[in-house]
């Protein structure tokens, strides 16, 4: 069973970055869509950040330009760079997998029914 754990969260002041790393205890090829999502208080789970099976990336317009997702397959470790850190950027970032087979990074962002997710890493942002 494909288990995620998350790490990186803290508390920054806005402007600052934070870098989120994902481990998988299974294999993720290129089949796989990994994603970040966020979930604020009172405030729906939202995709931020998501990499297809062509290894193309997707990221939410609320941080465009500002985050940068990546993956590193030798280590089965899916990372979030999170730079210009905002107050509004404060969440519960949770890492989340599936094998799909073929997937475009933009499905990979929007889709919500995940098999996989960890247990969440919480970032703050104060102002």
């Known amino acids: 069973v494909q288990q995620l754990v998350e790490s990186g969260g803290g508390s920054v002041q806005a402007g600052g970055s934070l870098r989120l790393s994902c481990a998988a205890s299974?294999?993720?090829?290129?089949?796989?869509?990994m994603a970040w999502f966020r979930q604020a208080p009172g405030k729906e789970r939202e995709g931020v950040a998501a990499i297809g099976s062509d290894g193309s990336s997707s990221v939410a317009d609320s941080v465009k330009g500002r985050f940068t997702i990546s993956k590193d397959t030798a280590k089965n470790t899916l990372y979030l760079q999170m730079d210009s850190l905002e107050p509004d950027d404060s969440a519960m970032y949770y890492c989340a997998a599936d094998r799909f087979g073929w997937a475009t990074s933009q499905h990979c962002l929007t889709y919500k029914g995940y098999d996989y997710w960890g247990q969440g890493t919480q970032v703050t942002v104060s102002s």
């Open positions: 299974e294999f993720t090829d290129h089949l796989w869509c």
